[in-house]
């Protein structure tokens, strides 16, 4: 598995921005296709986006599209999310994931990735 270890998450007022950025170690990067899911309370973890290996494609939820941007850097394993325009309803944990690698067809469920950050709570208030 690969390690993933997020960091950028906290108290935002609606209508501000977050970055998070996602570390991997472990394994080659480039060969997995990543994601951002993410965690309300009382809720199911839900896709948020995703990128594939080479960044050729990325893929968003409705509910994001247009004010959320997923980007990797694969010469420092890292993968991002820029968030903008945030509103409380994007409040969760927000988890990073790797899928299960060798550059294959992206899926966009939680049961295509196979490793996942411990999590980091992103707080919109209004």
């Known amino acids: 598995q690969v390690q993933l270890v997020e960091s950028g998450g906290g108290l935002v007022q609606a209508g501000g921005s977050l970055r998070l950025s996602c570390a991997a170690s472990g394994h080659t990067f480039s060969n997995y296709a990543m994601g951002w899911f993410r965690q309300a309370p009382g809720k199911e973890r839900e896709f948020v986006a995703a990128i594939t290996w080479n960044s050729a494609s990325r893929y968003y939820a409705d509910s994001v599209k247009g004010r959320f941007t997923i980007s990797r850097a694969n010469a420092i394993s890292t993968v991002y999310l820029q968030m903008s325009s945030l509103m409380p309803e994007d409040t969760a944990v927000y988890y990073c994931?790797?899928?299960?690698?060798?550059?294959?067809?992206?899926?966009?469920?939680?049961?295509?990735?196979?490793?996942w950050g411990q999590g980091t709570q992103v707080t919109v208030s209004s």
């Open positions: 994931a790797a899928d299960r690698g060798g550059r294959r067809p992206l899926g966009l469920s939680s049961a295509d990735f196979g490793s």
